[in-house]
């Protein structure tokens, strides 16, 4: 019998090309210009997933973009494994910034990855770890270590709310019956300390329209007379955290979860070195809410940030001018127990309500989706770290996570599934930003990790 390993070291020129020429196809969900190559890489995860050993893949038409599901159910007494993962990806602007072509893959050494990495858009999120998975069921299936039933279900839509996949799962819930919910689609710490994420963020994210006069005005005839929408969204946005960089809106921290001293000392305890951090974002200081550590903000913590902001004149040169609306994107980060669309009233109430009575304000709800936790004494938090000690040699740290997978807590509570995170991409991949980028190491270390995962998984189910 062949071990991972040496199949591993036998086929990685093959698992790296055909990850590159999945990289190649820009599929951009959120840009319908990308319409042909969405649907065209929908099609190669079906080719991928027949090509793995699954006895039936089908592509599932939605709404939007379709849903590639793929199966190999070896004996129902068995336990039943169901992969998620996404194949969209973000757009990749700003396209000056990169230093290669988005989507023409190259491999590239780096400090942290002597053995190179591969530079694309989607290198990490999700394509390299997703296809991971397609990569280890084929050696547990050209080997016959399979020990247990797959369930394959690949989305395009993650990076837009997968408003699309929460009809199809609660449309499909025996058809995706499963005993656990693996997914690749997060990081870890670092690669001599493996971590699997316990914890994902929830997300409230909104549009603000404010509107001041009828029409752009000439800044000297009307300025000081009129409000001026960029002066007031600014100054709007700018009340919504106080000194301490607590959020004002109120009620917002009403639901959240407080977590005891014990629980934060035991956080404490992962490796982090603030002057890395510092050094790696090239910052003299870090800044938030007071009380926190760093590894605290950006995880058991909300937050609510401008993602972006707009109006008024931005040409080359100089316009006096005073803009008759301005905009922003804000996005609000969640703990347990707060609810996406009650955080999302919270806000639109109160952001109308600070509002001067000489501007009109619009919020637009865009997507969101709630935080998750999950608890690491249960079956499959155990077969992820004990595969996480074989390959690894080291027990993996659990580690709440600041990003947001909405679907998540949806497959708990349409499938009563836990899911468990084992990510293999690190903070400085880049994902997406520019130079996104993933190590061929780690991109190899999950493929030899999964079939651990497997076969502990169906002995712990015993
Ligand atoms: N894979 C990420 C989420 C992620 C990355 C979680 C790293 C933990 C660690 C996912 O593709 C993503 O980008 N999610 C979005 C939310 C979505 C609704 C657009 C996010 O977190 O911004
Ligand atoms: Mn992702
Ligand atoms: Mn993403």
New binding site residues.
Partial sequence: MQTIQSYINENKDRFLNELIELLKIPSISADSAYKNDVLKTAEIIKTSLENAGCDHVEICETDGYPIVYGEKIINKDLPTVLVYG?YDV?PPDPLDLWNSPPFEPVIQKTELHPDGAIFARGAC??KGQMYMHVKALEYMTKNDELPCNVKFMIEGE?????ENLGIFVANNREKLENDVILIS???MIAKDVPSI?TG?RG?SYVEVEVTGPNRDLHSGLYGGAVANPINVLTKMIATLHDDNNHITIPGFYDNVEHLSESERAEMAKAPFSLDSYKKALDIDAVYGEKGYTTNERNSIRPTLDVNGIWGGYIGEGAKTVIASKAYAKISMRLVPHQDWEEITELFKSHFESIAPDAVKVKVTPH?G?QGYVTPIDSIGYKAASKAYEQTFGKVPIPQR??????IVSLFEKELNSKTILM?F?LDSDA??SPNEHFGIWNYLKGIETIPWFYKYFTELKK
């Fill in positions: 996404h973000q999120d999700d993650e990076e837009v709310g997968s689609d997060t990081g994420t994902l997300l997507h989706g996570s600041g990003g947001s997978i909405p990510g991409g994902i997406h």
